[in-house]
């Protein structure tokens, strides 16, 4: 979980001539790190407390399920907040927001796999074959793996920025996967995964748009950014 | 205070300290299975204290018809309900139904009857000897529960009733009402809901309609005041708020059929063989428990019931 704190570590530019600048800078990473926990530590709460409905599994899975696409979808805001607003604060955390979605995803797995299935290899088999969104769920994690797994700095320099950009759009995939997951997971109201599925779409809108929307972030400070920079702060 | 045999079966199915400590085992196994703090999945035990109301109902009727298995406690089955006429988390009927107005109320009995009529909920109530029915119930979301009803045979008032040849189909509906119950200002489902039973599935001795529950009235989360109990179907046939029967020539357009015919059946028996097409039927969690156990056919009740569906294919008439 160091890895995750790093992102604050990553700011390589002069200190801005704006001191409140640098105070949210400094506090952005470690706020927004605390904040991608509270749900797990609800979580924890409620389970000690025996807040968790007569089927604490079930309801364990749906809040898992619920942050991992929160913060999926919170990841993909990034990009399109800079690009409409010029905000870049948030490229700062966005790596740290990723990750925080693929461990609540983990979490959710896990929790398939140990606390409803028991790890009841043929029942799981049978579902991953015979519940299509299942299938699609576990594919949706999946393609999360490979992300996770190239996410430091390091991943960017040893695979190259522009090949570590072409994995790292399987993203979009990945939040597709993971809304229609919950489309199909649905009985009969569909308010929460239409929610999701809305927000995915102007995401992914946002990106199509983007090219005929030229904005310059405004850069404060106007120095030359360092190749790890440029990096962090497109795709 | 004299003891009264349901609150006996009760505490014979449910040893409240082992009751505890099971749930203390579920939580330390929990915990290890997910490799977190201890503290962090405990499914703790709640409080049982209430889990023991004050019986409403005397005189009730000892039943053939019980299952011999752990009953679900009383918080349970009162705050983990599908009662979509009051939003459509589990956790909403308990949240939303306390206004809810049960009184007065009327049940319409018509169509193929001789004896149709408008009947106050109390004056119907009042023709039929209560008695208990510890039963199982499983929902079709692979989840189930041991509930000790209240309520009479619904045998009984088709009897009264007296329908004529012509009535092959028994459909119940719900009230409809949006200011009552909130849920229904959204369409989530076709309001008002419907379910429905052939005449010899409504007029068996396991059909019930149930008044209550542990021994007291049926909380409205629950379907105060009346709603319809047939432990060998899942749970989506019991209707609960019923404010009409009616009998009928053709099959019913019954709700949760109509919203995905593919998924939920006319007759949506218990079957551990048919899955619903998004994920297995074959077994259950029963509420409180960690390990899925098995599903039965129709529920467990196969010896009384699947006489029923002699000659029928169950995978096309799921």
């Not at chain 1, 704190?5 to 605390?34: K, T």
């Not at chain 2, 308990?94 to 018509?110: D, I, K, Q, S, Y």
Request: charged content about 20%.
């Amino acid at each position: 979980m160091g890895r995750l704190n790093a992102a604050g570590s990553l700011e390589a530019g002069p200190a801005a001539a704006d001191p409140g600048r640098a105070v949210r800078r400094r506090w952005l990473a470690p706020i927004v790190f605390l904040a991608c926990l509270l749900p797990l530590a609800k979580l924890a709460l409620d389970a000690a407390g025996g807040n968790l409905s007569a089927n604490p599994i079930a309801e364990v899975m749906n809040r898992l399920g619920f942050w991992t696409l929160t913060l999926l979808l919170s990841s993909l805001a990034a990009t399109p907040l800079k690009t409409f607003f010029g905000w870049t604060a948030q490229m700062r955390v966005r790596r740290m927001v990723g990750l925080f979605a693929f461990f609540y995803g983990a979490l959710h797995f896990t929790t398939y796999l140990a606390l409803d299935q028991a790890f009841d290899l043929s029942d799981i088999g049978a579902d991953l074959v015979k519940r299509k969104f299942i299938t699609v769920g576990f594919a949706a994690f999946l393609t999360l793996v490979p992300l996770a797994v190239t996410s430091s700095d390091r991943a960017v320099k040893r695979l190259g920025f522009r090949r570590w950009k072409r994995i790292h759009r399987l993203v979009h995939l990945a939040a597709v996967l993971g809304v229609v997951h919950f489309v199909w997971r649905v009985k009969a109201d569909y308010l929460e995964p239409a929610l999701f599925a809305i927000a995915l779409a102007a995401l992914l809108l946002a990106r199509l748009a983007a090219p005929r929307f030229k904005r310059v972030p405004k850069s404060a400070s106007g120095e030359p950014k360092s190749a790890t920079q440029e990096s962090l702060s497109r795709t | 205070m004299k003891e009264r045999p349901w609150t006996l079966g009760e505490k014979e199915a449910t040893p409240e300290p082992l009751y505890a400590r099971r749930r203390e085992f579920l939580s330390l196994s929990a915990a290890g299975a997910l490799g977190v703090a201890g503290s962090a999945l405990s499914f703790s035990c709640r409080a049982t204290a209430k889990d023991s109301p004050s019986p409403t109902f005397s005189n009730l009727k000892r039943s053939n018809f019980a299952a011999d298995e752990k009953q679900t406690p009383f918080t349970d089955v009162t705050t983990y309900n599908n009662y979509y006429e009051f939003g459509t988390a589990k956790s909403d009927p308990a949240a939303n139904a306390g206004p809810f107005h049960t009184r007065p109320w009327t049940v319409a009995l018509e169509g193929e009857i001789n004896k149709p009529e408008v009947v106050d909920i109390d004056e119907l109530v009042k023709r039929f000897p209560l008695e208990e029915r510890i039963y199982r119930m499983r929902c079709v979301e692979a989840w189930s529960m041991v509930i000790p009803w209240v309520g009479f045979p619904l045998a009984q008032l088709i009897k009264r009733a007296d329908p004529t040849a012509n009535a092959k189909y028994v459909a119940f509906t719900t009230k409809l009402d949006p200011n009552e119950m909130p849920g229904q200002k959204r369409s989530v489902l076709d309001w008002p809901y419907v379910e429905g039973l052939r005449m010899d599935e409504a007029m068996h001795p396991l059909t019930i309609l149930a008044v209550g529950l542990y021994g007291r009235t049926l909380p409205n989360q629950n379907g105060a005041p009346l709603r319809l109990v047939v432990p060998w179907k899942y749970g989506f046939k019991g209707i609960k708020a019923i404010t009409k029967i009616a009998f009928v020539k053709d099959q019913p357009k019954t709700t949760w059929n109509k919203m995905a015919p593919g998924e939920y059946g006319f007759y949506a028996n218990v079957n551990p063989e048919v899955d619903h097409p998004r994920w297995s039927q074959a077994k259950e969690r029963r509420i409180g428990e960690f390990f899925k156990r098995k599903t039965l056919p129709f529920n467990g009740y196969a010896d009384q019931v699947a006489k029923l569906y002699a000659g029928m294919d169950l995978r096309k008439a799921f």
